[in-house]
Structure formats: C-alpha cells, structure tokens
C-alpha cells in the first residue's frame, strides 16, 4: 500500500533536528553546554574544537535554530557567553537518544560524534524524508519496486538513499520473493525510531513554525517500525486499532476520520499490523501526535483514550511501544 503525501523532497516530521544533529560538530557544542555556559574561548579549550571562525559559525548555526542563546556573563572584553535554551535543552535529549541508538549498531557501537555516525543519521533522515523507510517498513521492496511506488522521486536518488541504508545495515537483503533483490528494515532502523520521536517532539514543542507537521506518512511509518518489536505479555489477544485523528485532536471516533494501523496479537505475539484501520476493530488507542510521542517517550498514557472491549491490550500495546524504544 503506497504511502500519500507533501512532496518527498520537503523534510518530514522528525528530520529537521535529525539532519542538525547530522554534524558531529553541532553535537560536540551542544553536549558541551550541558553543564552551563560557556565563553567561546572555554568551549574551544573544552571540546578542542576546530578554529574560532570555524567554531563561531556553528554556534550562530544553533542560536538560529533557537538552541543556545546569548548572555552577558562579565563587563570584560569577550564577556558574552552561550548556553542552551529550552529548546537546547531538548535537542540535548535528542542527543542521548541519538547516543543510544548508535551504540546499538550491528557494526559495533558508533560514537556520536564520528563520520560514522554522521552517515547514519543523514542516511536515516534522508530515507525518513523520502517515504522509503515507510514502504519498507511495510513490506520488503526492491528497488523497482520502491521506485514504481515512490513516483515523485527519480530512480537515481532512490537508489543512493537504498545504498546509504544498506552500508549503514539499516537495510539488508530479504529472502521474500520479487521483482529484484527485495530488501527489509533490520531491527536496528526498527529502534530508529526512538530519535525520530525524541526530535520529533522537539520539533512540536520549540519549532512548530520552522517544522513539516507530523502526517499519516509519518504515522504509519511509525507503527509499522515499532510494533513488530513490541514486547507483550502472553496474555495480550485481539485486535486493536492505534490511531492518530487527522485533525490532531483527541475527540470523536475512533474509527472515523483518522490515520495509524490496525493490529493483531495472539497470546502477545504480534501477528499482523497493516496502515490501514479496518472495520469492525472494537479496542482503540487514540490521541493527537503529542499525546502519542509524550506516551511513547515518557511512557505517560493519561491522555491518550484507550477503550473498546479490551482496553488492556490497547495499554499494552502502548506499554509495548515504550519498552521497546526508551525502555531500559
């Protein structure tokens, strides 16, 4: 099932921090701050840094996204200082995250502030923003066959991003039948989501003017990455709907007007989940984008509405979908 959507060209939902945090550069400025300010002479001396020209327009680069802001800290020459905002504060989180993720590396963990790391972020936002992680995350694909599917993206870019994916392991070979070598997500870009929602919800938070809306894309991209690796108890039976209204706002019903995935579960096995919201599925999980990434985040359900005839499975579903991306 093709996704729908803004032009594959424009950044999506999650991929502006992403593609700042892409500089081992901007990382390196940011976690140096966490402890406070810093005067650009201390943050050269602390993070041994390139040159202070250098060094100067990467900081004007974070105070232009909002994440450090300037301060007088003495009546001295060279008294003005940098720290971090509370959006700095945010895309700091982000880094942690991002942190995590790439010590996870089927290639061995990768240090965040490496050319390494580098290509796996810019890999993973640049095939976020193509709608090629969703198509594959829904099935395995070939590169025809992500080209047939992807219609508004030329068969050359297509295949650089796919190459990017596959020399970071984002992506590997399928033993699935198809026109050409079909390839699938691996687990690792399956935990991917996990900074893509940390900057996601920074981007709604401190950026909403500067950042693409979260859409359906995004939505079921999301389900279909997470879900397969959510762990469930042996109780959870049924079939659920996780569901996002097209308004973005929490109210009305649950089976009308709104995007995510239908799924189900066989003594907490995940069996099927598919981007579409079938009839007839009386359990649900539904809330705005914020309350789902404040849910899968901080593991915080209070504002989503569960409900239907077995709203513990719908709860651990969500609990599921937690553990797997943030959990310890």
């Known amino acids: 099932m093709p996704a729908a959507g803004p032009n594959v060209d424009e950044p999506r939902a999650g991929a502006r921090v992403l593609d700042l945090l892409a500089s081992p550069l901007h990382v390196r400025i940011v976690q140096a701050h966490a402890d406070g300010h810093l005067r650009l002479a201390q943050l050269h001396e602390k993070t041994e840094l390139p040159a202070q020209t250098t060094l100067r327009a990467a900081v004007g680069t974070l105070r232009d996204f909002g994440v450090l802001s300037q301060r007088q800290v003495s009546r001295m020459p060279y008294g003005i200082a940098t720290e971090l905002t509370d959006a700095g504060r945010e895309v700091l989180f982000v880094v942690e995250v991002l942190d995590r993720w790439l010590a996870e590396s089927p290639q061995g963990p990768i ?166 919201l079938e009839k007839g599925i009386a359990t649900w999980a539904l809330g705005s984008p914020t309350t789902w990434l404040n849910a899968v985040i901080d593991g915080k359900l209070d504002n989503l509405r569960l409900g239907g005839v077995k709203p513990q499975l719908a709860s651990d579903l969500v609990q599921g979908i937690h553990a797997a991306l943030f959990g310890p």
């Open 111 to 276: 240090s965040i502030n490496s050319d390494a790391a580098k290509a796996a972020i810019k890999s993973l936002a640049g095939a976020w923003n193509s709608t090629m992680i969703r198509e594959l995350a829904y099935e395995p694909a070939s590169l025809t066959d992500l080209d047939r599917r992807i219609g508004e993206m030329s068969y050359p870019s297509l295949e650089r991003r796919l190459s990017r994916l596959r020399s970071t392991r984002q992506v590997e070979p399928s033993p699935a039948a198809g026109r050409g070598q079909p390839f699938e997500v691996t687990d690792w870009l399956r935990h991917a989501l996990a900074p893509l929602c940390a900057s996601a919800r920074c981007e709604r938070r401190f950026m909403r003017e500067e950042s693409a809306p979260v859409t359906a894309v995004e939505i079921e991209a999301a389900f279909l990455l997470v879900v397969p690796i959510a762990p469930l108890p042996k109780s959870a039976t049924g079939t659920c709907l996780l569901s996002v209204p097209a308004d973005g706002e929490s109210r009305g019903d649950p089976n009308h007007n709104v995007s995510g995935a239908s799924v189900e579960v066989d003594r907490g096995i995940v069996v099927r989940c598919v981007p579409e």
